[in-house]
């Protein structure tokens, strides 16, 4: 396969772009404060992606900003033992983020509450960073649509990197990743992220966030058969449409989750160079933690396209990734590639 990178010159460094928080994770019992213990984990849609590429080998960079203190000091410190850059992070403000979610659930559930507001990542300005020295040596530059869900000059500061990143000739990915409890700010997901998206070589996501961010509609009645060959052909009208739409965009991916009562079904798409292509699916009755799923099928999507690897091997690799971290207990995929081989159906 020819090279995905904008300027066919080795990438150098992956850096993923967005909010560092600390997630703890109540029991739904109220045991968690009977035993005074309340479980935690460093987390963030893109720093689970920076992680699994650190593991997997890769020269991953991440860019964040936090407030300057002992605390701080400690959780970058942690950053660094994953093998990840952490010079790009900047320190100001006053706070970290933080959100709960009870142990097991979704993201989406209403088990979720943040508590975010006035972080050192949501206090972000454009015309302060300096794009030059954040993105020397880097060849990929990730975000997802969380960041600019946070507040107006959030969603400036990421298209003033989007910008810069461009100019430079970096390869760029999103994740179209919706949190219907942020973009409160009083603008909607398609007044921002069509913007954004027209930099983007690689858009990631489901046929439902295209439709919420990108105003590319699906079919109403789609549930009725809930027929995987209905949801395949509606994600290959749904790639097609962005790529005619985004002049920019060479490959769009969509995952497909179904969380049944007592069973989960998983498969995924990617449509690259106006092919399209389908994963094997997969089905669970046992889940762990359903956060970072997606960050680990986007980490699993850059590694083979970093890696050149063929179209649907980079597809199977980035499924069986995905599906591993339902087994894994915290946001980020801890499974090596040969690992992950093994796992491939």
């Not at 991916?253 to 389908?278: C, E, S, V």
């Not at 699993?300 to 690799?317: A, S, V």
Request: charged share 20%.
């Amino acid at each position: 396969m020819s090279s995905f990178f904008i300027n066919n010159t080795h990438p150098g460094k992956i850096l993923s772009f967005g909010e560092l928080l600390l997630r703890f994770c109540p029991d739904a019992d109220g045991e968690w404060i009977d035993n005074n213990q309340l479980p935690f984990y460093i987390v963030g849609a893109e720093l689970n992606v920076a992680t699994a590429l650190a593991l997997w080998g890769l020269r991953s960079k991440y860019f964040t900003a936090l407030p300057d203190n002992w605390l701080t000091e400690q959780v970058v410190k942690s950053l660094k033992e994953r093998n990840i850059d952490t010079s790009a992070i900047v320190y100001s403000g006053d706070r970290m983020g933080v959100f709960y979610l009870t142990r097991g659930k979704d993201i989406k559930h209403d088990a979720l509450i943040y508590d975010r507001a006035n972080s050192a990542f949501a206090g972000l300005k454009p015309g302060v960073i300096d794009w030059d020295k954040i993105l020397d040596g880097v060849g990929w530059f990730h975000f997802s649509a969380i960041c600019p869900a946070i507040s107006q000059n959030v969603a400036d500061v990421c298209k003033e990197a989007l910008e810069a990143a461009s100019k430079k000739n970096i390869t760029i990915s999103v994740d179209m990743n919706y949190r219907s409890k942020l973009w409160q700010y009083g603008k909607s997901p398609v007044e921002v992220m069509p913007e954004l998206v027209k930099y983007c070589h690689l858009v990631m996501g489901n046929i439902w966030a295209a439709e919420t961010m990108l105003g590319i509609e699906v079919v109403p009645d789609i549930h009725e058969s809930g027929l995987r060959s209905v949801y395949l052909k509606e994600a290959l009208k749904t790639s097609q449409q962005i790529v005619e739409k985004y002049p920019n965009c060479k490959a769009v991916a969509n995952t497909f989750r179904f969380d049944a009562t007592n069973d989960i079904k998983y498969y995924t798409t990617l449509y690259l160079r106006n092919q399209f292509y389908n994963s094997n699916q997969y089905e669970t009755a046992q889940v762990v933690d359903k956060v970072g799923s997606g960050d680990c099928f986007m980490a699993g999507l850059i590694y083979g396209l970093y890696n050149n690897l063929e179209p649907q091997e980079i597809l199977e690799f980035a499924t069986a990734a995905a599906f591993e971290k339902l087994f894994i207990k915290g946001d980020a995929t801890t499974k090596t590639v040969a690992e992950i081989k093994k796992t491939i159906k």
